[in-house]
């Protein structure tokens, strides 16, 4: 199988004025986004054997069971979602016009913008490329993908599934590495939608500024966790754990740092250190732990910990402290990156100055929940929060003095999967946001349309303002 060969720069262009120019000539109606939808669907859960061993195959290794769940479940239920809901997102809706344009009737009807640019990346390769297909394909668009091109066997398997499906002036699928996403950023969209990094989504949207071309930005940040002194410790850790160490942490929303009572971090720490024991063992050949992308993000994990021990911070790797030379040679090898902790590290270390994506966790210790409030505020506004106690006024405290994209509360990931939330960041984390009816919403002109009726007020207003009409206008201002 070719896993090299990219998309030539001059078809980009040509092929996305193909899908204008046939989403020009037939706009699809309820009948055609249902039957597209319901044959990706069918299409989709035959091939979700071969889609977990391409993602496994570009990770090096990834649990089976990570793969149905974060990319097989997630993309089935957006897309039962969808099948269940369109006609009812299809209809216009109702809008008041006032009395003032009495007997005048307005609604706002959701029509389908055009062709929609989706630029999706690798760590969840086939769920953050499939998703805002569902909801461009709902809203009546037609889809140009562009996949990362660090999971060149997923990119490959995205674009068989989606060539089975629809015609190549519907659905069609660019690969490539930075210098065909550059140029795909470029093309004059109706709509283009990014989720990666916000370095590189700054790039996008001024590569997309040229054309005005609406952006929405799925971005990342680093989200935390607050622990406040009333939670219980070990339920805590597990749902942290699962936040952090899920797809060996590169998850845009997955936990990034741990704000922690300073009189429990200790306790905190021995209750992660057995939650990791119960889940990988000994480590010595962890088959449900997933591996490092690829070299160069190993490389920038690593110097994260190296700086954090230059510094003198401690660092903790619970399950590799007894591995001999060859057991690190291998797992260094394999792109096997051990669950890290790293212990009140200062704002200006390299693991707190940037967004983690990998499996190195801070636990920063806080004397009292404004001191933790203060320290969130003090950074990017992050795509996730994740407040954790059973006293409501401590978590609305939370809620209030800071702002994120999303937030799941004595939980972690789960508004994620939450149909009807939307999903987004703010600022540096993210611009618009996906989901459900949401992301119907996005990759649709919601069109105001205000109908007047045969008599109305406005026929009278005309100079000259005298009479009735200067008495009416005068009322109206009132």
Known sequence: MDITADTPLDELATTR????TAWLARKPGYDQRRADLERLRTAFRARIGSMDEAIR??????????????????????????ISHLRRWMRPRRAAVGWRFWPARAQIRPEPVGVVGILSPWNYPVNLALVPVVSAIAAGNHVYLKPSEHTPRTALWLRELLSEVFP????AVALGGPEVGAAFAALPFDHLLFTGSTAVGRKVMAAAAPNLTPVTLELGGKAPAVVCPDFDLRKAAARIATGKWFNAGQTCIGVDYVLVDEARR??????????????YGDFSAPHDYTRIINDGQYARLRGYVDDARRRGITVIEPLTGEADAAAHTRMVQDRIFPPTLVLDPPADAEVMRHEIFGPILPVVSYRSLDEAVSRIRSMDRPLALYPFSDDNRSVEKILQGTLAGGVTVNDTLLHFGAHDL???????SGIGAIHGRTGFDTFSKLLPVFRQRRMAGSDLLKPPYRGFVDRMVRLLAK
């Open 168 to 171: 190549a002036d519907r659905v």
């Open 57 to 82: 195959a570009d990770f090096g290794h990834r649990s089976q069971h990570e793969n149905l769940l974060s990319e097989a479940m997630i993309v089935l239920a957006e897309m039962d979602h969808a």
């Open 266 to 279: 200790d306790a905190f720490v021995e209750a992660l250190r057995a939650e990791l024991t119960s889940r």
């Open 422 to 428: 939307p999903f987004g960041g703010i600022g540096p």
């Open 17 to 20: 004025d193909q899908l204008r």
